[in-house]
């Protein structure tokens, strides 16, 4: 990542352009971005001022900011006044992506105001809030918004804090929300309860096609529950990725996807994806796993930690270990 931008008393020269951008309405200037700024809420008060009358902004980057909940407020006063933006903003980063971290510790306080914005930002089509400290309150805040949004096409709520009880609300929101494509948690504190939640949800959504929720701690309770939704869904909806890596999963986890998918014809000595080695080299379990969903029309990458029983899988529909790109049009 490149290195962040010190601002000064008076803001680095490219901030100051862009702010003179943003207040002079430039049409061809569409996205702020601000990634390592250290913007901080001062640099924000001046970004909400000049955001006032802008009719041309599609996507604000602002991750790596320095920002908190103060800050935050300011941003969404002005974007909920602002009648053009509301329809025509597309794009909200506010995540940690540094090394080190300078990140945006908001926390839940933020987060109430974002869930101000999904309710009134018709728009916005990617939010994204990695790593800013966001907790179980905030989760619900963003939920509860989540349920009544139909705009919103990826939300990611990685490398934050938000355990069962927050990941719950996010899955009652799915039964409702029939336009979020992808959500990702990894990193969370997330267990079997809350995976469950999200399962029940995931039955019911016919509209999510991405869903990660790699290192948290479902195990084997929350890989059963999501693969008994798994089946529903690859029948009736557009799930095409699903990241379950760093979840303590043994083979018994991964038989209950086996089991669900039930293979119409074994796998005929096919490599896995990663790194070419075969899978006679894997558990029977995970080679079950593995051959059942080469018949559902999904593409597996299989993944091992230190011994055959530390199942990490991922199922997507790309060659790749990332799920699909998105941003602002």
């Known amino acids: 990542p490149r290195p962040p931008k010190v601002m000064g008393a008076n803001g680095s020269?490219?901030?100051k352009d862009s702010v003179r951008a943003l207040r002079a309405d430039d049409p061809s200037f569409r996205v702020l971005?601000?990634?390592?700024?250290?913007v901080g809420d001062r640099g924000m008060r001046r970004i909400a001022e000049a955001l006032r009358r802008n009719r041309h902004l599609r996507g604000l980057k602002l991750g790596d900011c320095r920002i908190t909940d103060v800050g935050l407020a300011r941003l969404t006063r002005v974007l909920c006044t602002n009648q053009v933006l509301l329809s025509h903003l597309r794009t909200l980063d506010l995540s940690t992506s540094s090394s080190p971290p300078?990140?945006?510790a908001f926390g839940d306080e933020g987060a109430m105001h974002l869930s101000e914005l999904l309710d009134n930002l018709h728009s916005?089509?990617?939010?994204?809030?990695a790593d800013c400290g966001i907790g179980d309150e905030g989760a619900v805040f963003i939920a509860h918004a989540l349920s009544k949004n139909a705009a919103l096409k990826t939300l990611d709520l990685g490398h934050n804090?938000?355990?069962d009880i927050g990941a719950e609300q996010l899955g009652r929101a799915l039964h409702t929300?029939?336009?979020l494509e992808g959500l990702y948690l990894w990193h969370n504190r997330v267990?079997?309860?809350?995976?469950e939640a999200l399962a029940l949800g995931l039955a019911c959504n016919k509209s999510l096609k991405s869903l990660g929720l790699g290192c948290n701690n479902i195990g084997d309770e929350g890989v059963k529950a999501l693969s008994l939704a798994l089946l529903t869904v690859i029948r009736d909806s557009q799930l095409v990725w699903l990241a379950l890596g760093g979840n303590h999963i043994t083979d018994k986890g991964a038989e209950h996807i086996a089991a669900l998918l039930k293979p119409q014809k074994p796998l005929q000595n096919r490599p896995l994806l990663q790194e070419g080695v075969a899978k006679e080299d894997y558990s029977s379990s995970t080679s079950r796993l593995y051959n059942a969903i080469q018949t559902t029309g999904l593409r597996p990458l299989l993944e091992l930690g230190v011994t055959p029983s530390q199942v990490s899988l991922t199922i997507q529909?790309?060659?790749g270990a990332e799920p699909p790109a998105d941003g602002a049009e």
């Open 13 to 15: 020269k490219q901030f």
């Open 33 to 38: 971005d601000c990634d390592g700024e250290r």
């Open 102 to 104: 300078i990140g945006n």
């Open 124 to 129: 916005l089509r990617y939010l994204r809030v």
């Open 161 to 163: 804090s938000i355990s």
């Open 177 to 179: 929300n029939q336009t």
């Open 191 to 195: 267990f079997h309860s809350g995976a």
């Open 317 to 319: 529909d790309t060659d």
